[in-house]
């Protein structure tokens, strides 16, 4: 297998996110994904979402399938985490202003390559942040980023696959303890 250098824009097309102002915020509407919609590397929807309603939008709206990226927030250390959007029915939902949105032919393969060394050196260099500032990812810092990959879109299938059954399993046993944990809480009580 031989690998090549190739700019991440190459796998990844990003796009910023949705600015609005609190006037167009609604109890629904169209849904938009922010930073808390990303935990521990896992998309979720969550009861406080914000809703805008449809004449605020003036992106595309995501996909699943898609990776969120937070691209700005208060806490540096948050600035770069991603998961892949799932579960959300077509054309509900945009990604914030703080957040990027990525397209990708392998979103796992991707999404397996930001969990990677390169990814946490290029963020540890290039989010700005500290001292009450806050922390933000330049899209076009991320777009221009040198990166290594499989020459072959199979090997690269392969990976993705991989990363992917990896972490369903990782969230089954994740399950399977929680519900144990009821259980014992359940039998103490």
Not at 62 to 67: P, Q, W, Y
Not at 69 to 86: F, P, Y
Not at 105 to 123: E, G, H
Not at 157 to 182: C, E, M
Request: charged share 20%; hydrophobic share 40%.
């Amino acid at each position: 297998m031989t690998w090549e250098q190739r700019k991440f824009s190459e796998l990844v097309v990003t796009r910023r996110g949705l600015t609005y102002s609190p006037n167009d915020i609604r109890d629904n509407g169209v849904r938009v994904l922010r930073s808390s919609n990303i935990d521990e590397d896992r998309f979720s929807i969550n009861d406080d979402d914000v809703f805008v309603g449809a004449t605020a939008v003036n992106i595309p709206t995501v996909c699943n399938g898609d990776i969120l990226i937070t691209s700005a927030n208060g806490s540096s250390r948050l600035v770069g985490k991603h998961a892949i959007i799932d579960g959300i029915p077509d054309n509900t939902a945009v990604h914030g202003g703080f957040m990027l949105a990525g397209s990708a032919r392998n979103p796992y393969f991707a999404n397996a390559l930001m969990s990677s060394s390169w990814y946490q050196k290029f963020i540890n260099f290039f989010v700005a942040g500290g001292n009450g500032a806050i922390g933000n990812l330049n899209k076009n810092d991320l777009d221009e980023q040198l990166i290594m990959v499989p020459s072959e879109e199979e090997e690269q299938d392969t990976i993705g696959y991989y990363f992917r059954t990896l972490d369903s399993l990782i969230t089954l046993h994740q399950r399977a303890i929680k519900v144990q944990k009821r259980i014992i809480l359940w039998r103490i009580i």
